[in-house]
């Protein structure tokens, strides 16, 4: 059996552990992401809600957007770390980055490439996900 991975944010009043196996893991190129995190795109791996477990919740902000999403950064350091949808009922999306310990996979899709910033082009050969959802094939 796998140990659980640590993250935190970069200030560390937020941390965090989660439990192997992860669903997924996957580069997002949506625009909220992008503005959200100020970054090209996000990568983010897949957990059932209780496969996390955390420390310092008062140092999280949840913000509810208005596609009834939340995004949750630490209210200190402000680095971003989780994301809860709709679509992905029970399901958190961790921020790769601030996890430290290696997961049980590498990243294995782009999502929503057709709304990726025009100055980010995609070099590598993984499989690509665009239209309105973000995850229908594309070319
Ligand atoms: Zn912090
Ligand atoms: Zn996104």
Partial sequence: MNSPVKGSCLCGAVSFELALPSKFCAH???????????????????????QLQLSGADRLTRYLTETGATRSFCNRCGSTLF??????????????????????????????????APWCEILDELPRYGGETGTEESR
Wanted: charged fraction near 25%; include cysteine.
């Fill in 83 to 116: 994301y809860e949808g709709p679509r992905w009922e029970g399901e958190v999306h961790v921020v790769l980055a601030n996890i430290e310990d290696e997961i049980d996979r590498p990243p294995g899709a782009h999502v929503y490439v057709d709304h990726r």
């Fill in 28 to 50: 997002c190129h949506c625009s909220n992401c992008r503005r959200a995190h100020g970054a090209a795109f996000v990568t983010y791996v897949g957990f059932r809600q209780d």
